[in-house]
Structure formats: C-alpha cells, structure tokens
C-alpha cells in the first residue's frame, strides 16, 4: 500500500486530455512538500517529467502539466500521442516517515 | 552528457552481501546530493535512500536500514549501495538517480538500473 494513492490504469483516446492524480495527506503533499512526477516506458528507467509541482524540465513537451491542491496533486497531458503510453509515478516527502515516497504508479494507456 | 550507469548487480543467496556501483560522468558528481532506488519485478518505485554531496549525512529508509548503507568516492565520481543480510524481498532493479539542486529530491538523471536477485 504507497503513501501517495494513483489509479493502477487510464486510457484514453490520441489528442484527448487525461488527468492522473495524486492523493496524499497532511504529513506529505499537504504539508506543502513538493511533487515530482516520473514517466517510465516499459524496459527503461524512469524520467522525470514535472518538479517542484509545476515546472518542467528542458525538453519536456508543454503538453505535460502539474498542479497541486491541499492533499492532492495532478498530472495533465494535453494532445495525447502514442508515444505517450508508460507508467507515471508521483513523488514527494513524508515528514511522519521522513523519507521520500513515491506513488503506486499509473498505467497510462494510448487507444 | 550526463550519465550514470550501474554495475554489481547478479545472483545473490539470502544472508549474502553485495555492493552496486553507480559510475557518474558528465556531470559535478560533487555538487549533487545522490540517491537510491529500486523497482521489484512488476511493482513500483521504491525510495531506499541518498548522501548528501560531502558524504557527511545519509538517509536511509527503515526497510533497509541496518542492512544497507551508502557511501561516495568524489575523487572518482562513485556513488555505492553496500548491501548486508539480503533477503528475497530485496530483488529488484536497483538505480541510483542524481538530485536536482534546491528541489527537494527531485531525480533528474537516472542509471540504467542493475538487477539484483536474491535466491538460494
């Protein structure tokens, strides 16, 4: 059972929008840690994708989005492409277990 | 560029011990607080643990910690994963990640992963 919670599986069609989320509490993202958000294509090592909740780093398509609200925070991506499909993990800090904890991951599935 | 690749992974019987190595270039090994985590077949990420850039102060999550421990050689850009009293439940692929500067553990550069796997 991950700290952090995320749906196990989305879908959704190419150029649709889908939103992956991230549920937390008071002692990690609603203790105002910041989120970082992870893509990991099948085989391969993960990359981070969002930091800092919001910000992208250099090559990160605009298509890619983060927000963050009280316990919760979001993965938006805009004009899904096939390429698209992976895995995505949340990331953030629990200062009740003072470490880093990443979420269950969600599989992302381009139909 | 940048990169980390990581070796000493392989076949392990529980009890055992084994270090990983992650080999850093392209990069200031010394400017960046390193990390360490691992995926198990299947399942997700797992945040075992990280050194600060000096090597002065490590963390380490409870699950590992007692059995694991991190160390550094800036000298010669290595981060290492030194692992005691493994069990079958440490299989996994073990990656280590450098951290982004002034967000908290924010992994921008990861390694390839090296497999663990522990059996009698």
């Known amino acids: 059972q991950s700290i952090l919670t995320q749906p196990p599986s989305l879908s959704g069609a190419p150029g649709q929008r889908v939103t992956i989320s991230c549920a937390g509490s008071s002692s990690n993202i609603g203790a105002n840690f910041a989120v970082h958000w992870y893509r990991q294509p099948p085989g391969t090592a993960p990359k981070l994708l969002i930091y800092g909740d919001n910000n992208r780093p250099s090559g990160v398509p605009d298509r890619f989005s983060g927000s963050k609200s009280g316990t919760s925070a979001s993965l938006a991506i805009s004009g899904l492409q096939a390429e698209d499909e992976s895995d995505y993990y949340c990331q953030s800090y629990d200062n009740s277990l003072r470490a880093v904890v990443f979420g269950g991951g969600t599989k992302l599935t381009v139909l | 560029d940048v990169q980390m690749v990581e070796s000493g992974g392989g076949l392990v019987q529980p009890g055992g011990s084994l270090r990983l190595s992650c080999a850093a270039s392209g990069f200031s090994f010394s400017s960046h607080w390193m990390s360490w985590v691992r995926q198990a077949p299947g399942k997700g990420l797992e945040w075992l643990g990280n050194i600060k850039e000096d090597g002065s102060y490590k963390n380490l999550v409870d699950s590992v910690r007692g059995r694991f421990t991190i160390s550094r050689d800036n000298a010669n850009n290595l981060l290492y994963l030194h692992m005691s009293s493994v069990r079958v439940e440490d299989t996994a692929v073990y990656y280590c990640?450098?951290?982004?500067?002034?967000?908290?553990?924010?992994?921008?550069?990861w390694g390839q992963g090296t497999l663990v796997t522990v059996s009698s």
């Open positions: 990640a450098r951290e982004r500067p002034g967000q908290h553990v924010a992994l921008d550069n």
